[in-house]
């Protein structure tokens, strides 16, 4: 039906085969890493791009024992899980309540947490070890984890704002003519009809708290508090005096980049979904 | 400022419970949740203000003195950013923060744009979005580890250049050459992000419109042009912004990047984010609280002349459809 110049026609083309082209070099890059941290150090120096002759599982157990990394994913999993819950704890009243009362006040301060979400972290790096090292809350967790919470703040009250703004307020209207409280209108009526947005809120949080870097390099350097990617930069560090042993390193990525791949392919387009479209509005 | 406001409503109404539904047309629902305001989103703003909006103002002060972090501080005043700027490796960093802002922006929006067109009329566009979407929720460590090992000079790249007959390969990872090799990458993880963006508005557009223009024998750059650019133009501010913003904040895909061992990349390849990291936490020496802070600030402040510059410049007339 639609007519069209031959040369849009190859152009189209040749779009296509582009995006395919780029399409199979992200699978082939992640196969790779996934296929690599099964083979030997020397094997992987020998052939770049062999398949695993006997899959074998030694890189990570060394991973997991000399690198340390089976405690820095303990370490990641709780920082990063409950840091998001706090922070969608946290946010979804004061989105709620930004969403719903239309007044100066109201407007001023969703302002006030979108300016958060300009701000670099590289500023809050010095004041927040210098604040935490008065609580002795460095090289801790719980220290990494409040930092979290914090950097969290912008993005969560915007997200879910915009969320809360797309629920229509008739049931509300009826929880209140029945004679609840805000509290139970909120926990009861509004919450249960919410569950989709504060669960991508916590999905993203989880997700940027999972590979931020700067911060927990910063705040936390003992083997009982590393998250994962300071424990990869360490052992990438650690390897002009033990040689490379880029099995090791393989399966070290590999354990940083599991839980993005499976969150990835359970929930995808929720997460795609709440990247995209809540920005856009 | 706020109570000032709300005040003068609530105690001018009686304390009966029939008369303020009245007035000003308050209901019980509007009642309500002006009463829920403050407690609902207190905890959040406390939260805010001590772990977010308190360190901006304290790393405004710090940017004053001259401070190590356990010594007293001394008052330095302006001179901070003087010093800052004439700091070659500041320098550096900042063109490097700009560069891969500017053309690495630049590349980005136009592979997106391509992207969007190209994704629109292809089968399985939903599973190639997917494909594309996913390296901006990896840690860019592992792009830095995995290009360090490709690109290696007996690496996997260099090989296969050799079949090609290519015998004296670029020295990829040479110092001159790590910025273009992050910048690349960066533009090779974020298109996909982009992409989706601007796929999820351009899908808000309908179909008629295009229906119409095909009708009037638009070609599909001038459908692009007439319908695509001007429908999604709120988005793409909104994107434009939001590459301002998280290009400044790149770290760790710099730190890393070579899977370099020693202890900080190259100062050629430093951005603003990395030079904050290397003046407070330095390896060896005693830190530099001052000068640190003094750069974050000069990059805050940078973001939000540009953030401010590039809204005026993309503000459009809301187009109605």
Same mark, same amino acid.
């Given at each position: 039906?639609?007519r069209?110049?031959?040369?849009?026609?190859?152009?189209?083309?040749?779009?296509?085969?582009?995006?395919?082209l780029?399409?199979?070099?992200?699978?082939l890059l992640?196969?790779?890493?996934?296929?690599?941290?099964?083979?030997?150090?020397p094997?992987?120096?020998?052939?770049?791009?062999? @398949?695993?002759?006997?899959?074998?599982?030694?890189?990570?157990?060394t991973?997991?024992?000399?690198?340390g990394?089976?405690?820095a994913?303990?370490?990641?999993?709780?920082?990063a899980?409950?840091?998001?819950v706090?922070?969608?704890?946290?946010?979804? !009243?004061?989105?709620?309540?930004?969403?719903r009362?239309?007044?100066?006040?109201?407007?001023?301060?969703?302002?006030?947490?979108?300016?958060?979400?300009?701000?670099?972290?590289?500023?809050?790096?010095?004041?927040?070890?210098?604040?935490?090292?008065?609580?002795?809350?460095t090289?801790?967790?719980?220290? @990494?984890?409040?930092?979290?919470?914090? @950097?969290?703040? !912008?993005f969560?009250?915007?997200?879910?704002?915009g969320?809360?703004?797309?629920?229509?307020?008739?049931?509300e209207?009826?929880?209140? @003519?029945?004679g609840a409280?805000?509290?139970?209108?909120f926990?009861?009526?509004?919450?249960?009809?919410?569950?989709?947005?504060?669960?991508t809120?916590?999905l993203l949080?989880?997700?940027?708290?999972?590979?931020?870097?700067?911060?927990?390099?910063?705040?936390?350097?003992?083997?009982?508090?590393i998250?994962? !990617?300071v424990?990869?930069?360490?052992?990438?560090?650690?390897?002009?005096?033990n040689?490379?042993?880029?099995?090791?390193?393989?399966a070290?990525?590999?354990?940083i980049?599991?839980p993005?791949?499976?969150?990835?392919?359970?929930?995808?387009?929720?997460?795609?979904?709440g990247?995209?479209?809540?920005?856009?509005? | 400022?706020a109570?000032?406001?709300?005040?003068?409503?609530?105690t &001018?109404?009686?304390?009966?419970?029939?008369a303020?539904?009245?007035?000003?047309?308050?209901?019980?629902?509007?009642?309500q949740?002006?009463?829920?305001?403050?407690p609902?989103?207190?905890?959040?703003?406390?939260?805010?203000?001590v *772990?977010?909006?308190?360190?901006?103002?304290?790393? *405004?002060?710090?940017?004053?003195?001259?401070?190590?972090?356990?010594?007293?501080?001394?008052?330095?005043?302006?001179?901070?950013?003087?010093?800052?700027?004439r700091?070659p490796?500041?320098?550096?960093?900042?063109v490097?923060?700009?560069?891969?802002?500017v053309?690495?922006?630049?590349?980005t929006?136009?592979?997106?744009?391509?992207l969007?067109?190209v994704?629109?009329?292809?089968?399985?566009?939903?599973?190639?979005?997917s494909?594309?979407?996913f390296?901006?929720?990896v840690? &860019?460590?592992?792009?830095?580890?995995?290009?360090?090992?490709?690109?290696?000079?007996?690496?996997?790249?260099n090989?296969?250049?050799? *079949?090609?007959?290519?015998?004296?390969?670029?020295?990829?990872?040479?110092?001159?050459?790590?910025?273009?090799?992050?910048?690349?990458?960066?533009?090779?993880t974020?298109?996909?992000?982009?992409?989706?963006?601007?796929?999820?508005?351009?899908?808000?557009?309908?179909?008629?419109?295009?229906e119409?223009?095909?009708?009037d024998g /638009?070609?599909?750059?001038?459908?692009?042009?007439?319908?695509t650019l001007?429908?999604?133009w709120?988005?793409?501010?909104?994107?434009?912004?939001?590459?301002t913003?998280?290009?400044?904040?790149?770290?760790?895909?710099?730190?890393?990047?070579?899977?370099?061992?020693?202890?900080?990349?190259?100062?050629?390849?430093?951005?603003?984010?990395?030079?904050?990291?290397?003046? /407070?936490?330095?390896? &060896?020496?005693?830190p530099?609280?001052?000068?640190?802070?003094?750069?974050?600030?000069?990059?805050?402040v940078?973001?939000?002349?540009i953030?401010?510059?590039?809204r005026?410049?993309?503000?459009?007339?809301?187009?109605?459809?």
């Amino acid at each position: 039906m639609r007519r069209r110049n031959p040369a849009a026609g190859l152009a189209s083309r040749i779009g296509t085969g582009a995006v395919w082209l780029v399409v199979a070099a992200d699978l082939l890059l992640v196969l790779w890493i996934l296929l690599t941290s099964l083979r030997s150090g020397p094997d992987i120096l020998h052939h770049a791009f062999g @398949l695993p002759t006997s899959p074998q599982t030694d890189n990570y157990t060394t991973a997991l024992d000399e690198g340390g990394f089976a405690r820095a994913a303990l370490n990641s999993l709780l920082t990063a899980g409950l840091s998001s819950v706090a922070a969608v704890v946290l946010a979804a !009243p004061c989105a709620y309540a930004l969403a719903r009362r239309r007044s100066r006040t109201s407007s001023a301060l969703t302002m006030t947490f979108a300016m958060g979400l300009g701000v670099p972290g590289q500023v809050l790096v010095v004041p927040l070890f210098v604040g935490l090292s008065r609580v002795s809350l460095t090289d801790s967790d719980l220290g @990494l984890g409040l930092v979290y919470v914090g @950097l969290a703040m !912008p993005f969560t009250v915007f997200l879910l704002t915009g969320f809360f703004s797309g629920i229509p307020g008739v049931l509300e209207e009826a929880a209140v @003519l029945d004679g609840a409280g805000p509290v139970r209108t909120f926990v009861q009526v509004v919450l249960p009809v919410a569950r989709g947005g504060l669960v991508t809120a916590f999905l993203l949080q989880f997700i940027t708290a999972w590979n931020e870097t700067l911060f927990a390099l910063v705040l936390t350097n003992s083997q009982g508090t590393i998250t994962l !990617p300071v424990a990869l930069s360490s052992f990438v560090a650690a390897q002009q005096f033990n040689g490379l042993d880029f099995g090791t390193m393989f399966a070290g990525v590999c354990i940083i980049l599991a839980p993005m791949i499976a969150l990835f392919s359970w929930m995808g387009s929720r997460i795609i979904q709440g990247m995209t479209v809540g920005i856009g509005k | 400022m706020a109570t000032t406001i709300d005040d003068p409503l609530r105690t &001018g109404a009686p304390r009966g419970r029939s008369a303020p539904a009245s007035r000003a047309g308050v209901g019980p629902l509007e009642r309500q949740r002006r009463r829920m305001f403050w407690p609902f989103t207190a905890p959040a703003l406390t939260v805010y203000a001590v *772990l977010f909006i308190a360190p901006v103002g304290y790393a *405004l002060w710090t940017s004053l003195y001259k401070w190590d972090g356990m010594g007293a501080m001394d008052w330095r005043g302006p001179q901070n950013y003087i010093l800052l700027f004439r700091d070659p490796r500041f320098r550096t960093s900042l063109v490097n923060t700009l560069e891969l802002m500017v053309i690495g922006g630049t590349i980005t929006f136009v592979l997106s744009f391509a992207l969007t067109l190209v994704l629109r009329e292809m089968r399985a566009r939903l599973f190639a979005r997917s494909v594309l979407f996913f390296p901006s929720l990896v840690n &860019g460590m592992v792009f830095g580890i995995a290009a360090g090992f490709l690109f290696s000079p007996t690496g996997p790249v260099n090989q296969a250049l050799k *079949l090609f007959g290519v015998t004296t390969p670029p020295k990829w990872l040479s110092t001159d050459n790590l910025l273009p090799m992050v910048l690349g990458t960066l533009v090779w993880t974020a298109t996909g992000y982009y992409t989706s963006i601007i796929m999820a508005a351009v899908d808000q557009i309908p179909d008629y419109l295009y229906e119409a223009a095909e009708l009037d024998g /638009a070609g599909p750059f001038q459908r692009f042009r007439h319908i695509t650019l001007p429908c999604a133009w709120d988005v793409i501010a909104v994107c434009a912004v939001l590459w301002t913003v998280s290009s400044v904040k790149i770290f760790e895909l710099i730190l890393l990047y070579g899977g370099s061992t020693n202890a900080y990349p190259p100062v050629s390849s430093w951005n603003t984010a990395v030079y904050v990291y290397t003046e /407070a936490f330095p390896q &060896g020496t005693v830190p530099r609280l001052g000068t640190a802070t003094a750069a974050a600030m000069a990059s805050l402040v940078m973001v939000t002349l540009i953030t401010v510059v590039l809204r005026r410049l993309l503000r459009r007339e809301p187009v109605e459809y």
